[in-house]
């Protein structure tokens, strides 16, 4: 069945940085889109990052654009997140999502907890 | 950018009612829209998509309808673990997507 497992959260400083990962398995990888979504603590769902099947195109919300790098590998069947220069409003958990053939995210991972604080 | 509202922010209903939730997009987006329940301190996880096809492995009292900027979720007969938050989701705008703030059903 379809999994999708990530890695990588934990308490960082304002500033600092961190890579998540997400470990895929029980279908093709190297033929899906993959998003990075996250959620505040106690608040809504927020759309974070995407990469095509082949990683040709990267796409970022404003809010992470010039600071969070998507990329996959897939002979590893693995996607990742570098996060720089987090700030306090990053604090969120991180989920990886496959996107759908209809378009919207049909599997997700359980989710990474991010904290930053000093 | 798409704007998605949903109402109610949050209702109470008992086992065996039927509940309708309403998500509106501040701009047609055809039938892009997917249906999310999330339970604490999980993952959502997808109920509709296409605005009106049941995702496989769910119980067919989820039924969603609609189309352009205004949309239902409709559970026909509450049972108890469908006490979640609900979110709809629109993905017109590739390859981005916004969810609407989402409708917290609990037990009255």
């Known amino acids: 069945q379809v999994q999708l497992v990530e890695s990588g959260g934990g308490v960082v400083q304002p500033g600092g940085s961190l890579r998540l990962s997400c470990a895929a398995s029980?279908?093709?990888?190297?033929?899906?889109?993959i998003h990075w979504v996250r959620q505040a603590p106690g608040k809504g769902l927020e759309w974070v990052a995407f990469i095509r099947y082949d990683g040709s195109n990267k796409y970022y919300a404003d809010s992470v654009k010039g600071r969070f790098t998507i990329s996959r590998d897939n002979f590893k069947n693995t996607l990742y997140l570098q996060m720089n220069s987090l700030r306090a409003e990053d604090t969120a958990v991180y989920y990886c999502?496959?996107?759908?053939?209809?378009?919207?995210?049909?599997?997700w991972g359980q989710g990474t907890l991010v904290t930053v604080s000093s | 950018d798409i704007q998605m509202t949903q109402s109610p922010s949050s209702l109470s209903a008992s086992v065996g009612d039927r509940v309708t939730i309403t998500c509106r997009a501040s701009?047609?987006?055809?039938?892009?829209l997917g249906w999310y329940q999330q339970k604490p301190g999980k993952a959502p996880k997808r109920l509709i998509y296409a605005a009106s096809s049941l995702q496989s492995g769910v119980p067919s009292r989820f039924s969603g309808s609609g189309s352009g900027t205004e949309f239902t979720l409709t559970i026909s007969s509450l049972q108890p673990e469908d006490f979640a938050t609900y979110y709809c989701?629109?993905?017109?705008?590739?390859?981005?997507?916004?969810f609407g703030p989402g409708t917290k059903v609990d037990i009255k």
């Open positions: 029980g279908f093709t990888f190297s033929s899906s889109g």
């Open positions: 701009q047609g987006i055809r039938n892009d």
């Open positions: 989701l629109q993905h017109n705008g590739y390859p981005s997507f916004t």
């Open positions: 999502a496959r996107r759908g053939i209809s378009g919207s995210p049909d599997y």
